[in-house]
């Protein structure tokens, strides 16, 4: 099975462009033929699902490139005959909960697991993990159930960021990551901080992007948290 998965922490690095740092990774991971991508843009919540997708259209132009854009009408026809599946960011509940109303889900997980590539970002890429239980995203819609594609044997953190603010008293990311794992003390979570992605081919996985990861696990009655540098060999995690 080869499945090939890229997923990037968001859309944006920085003061960089919307998927400006992200458009060359793409490139190297689909190549310089034409490639017709399925476009899913379920994360939005204001359901401008066209306008979302000239987005990705005006930030990836002059790749060779044509971008469908999934609607309500057509999701099943165009993810059947796609050769990649685009996954936008936005809110995770939303995205999860209008796959499983459209009934697309294991449609898209046969198709990858077919060979056909996956790229996701944010939302995106919380959707390639186990479940989408470490989502960083309000709860806005009931999906029915919280799991995911399941790509990764683990969970996906986008857009991890743990530093204090001052005057705030709500959990840090570290302790609502811990309180998953106090929980869940058989799961295994990837932290990914702005500017970093993961990328899954010939059942090897590494770490991508100019930032650096982290690994969370229970052992030992406690959390613990390694640091993932930039092209790490992260295939211990696939087993």
């Known amino acids: 099975m080869n499945i090939r998965v890229l997923t990037f922490s968001s859309s944006k690095e920085g003061n ?80 999860l909960h209008d796959l499983y109303q459209l009934e697309v889900m294991e449609l898209i997980r046969e198709r990858v697991k077919s060979g056909i590539p996956y790229i996701g970002w944010s939302a995106g890429a919380n959707l390639a993990g186990e479940t989408i239980s470490t989502s960083n995203d309000m709860p806005i819609v009931n999906p029915g159930n919280f799991i995911a594609l399941e790509f990764f044997p683990f969970q996906i953190n986008p857009h991890y960021y743990n530093q204090p603010i001052t005057g705030f008293n709500g959990e840090t990311r570290d302790q609502r990551l811990t309180e998953f794992l106090q929980l869940n003390p058989t799961k295994q979570i990837v932290a990914l901080p702005e500017g970093t992605a993961l990328l899954l081919e010939e059942e090897k996985l590494k770490l991508l992007g100019n930032n650096i990861a982290y690994f969370f696990e229970w052992k030992d009655n406690s959390v613990t948290k390694q640091v993932l540098r930039n092209e790490t060999n992260l295939s211990f995690l696939l087993s």
Not at 31 to 47: N, Q, R, Y
């Open 16 to 95: 960089y462009g919307y998927l400006e740092t992200a458009a060359p990774l793409i490139q190297n991971f689909l190549g310089d033929k034409p490639l017709t991508i399925a476009f899913v843009p379920f994360a939005s919540v204001d359901g401008d699902y066209e306008a979302y997708s000239n987005k990705v259209r005006i930030a990836l132009q002059g790749l060779p490139y044509t971008i469908h854009t999934l609607n309500p009408e057509n999701a099943k026809t165009i993810i059947e005959n796609a050769q990649v599946i685009m996954v936008g960011g936005g809110n995770t509940f939303k995205l």
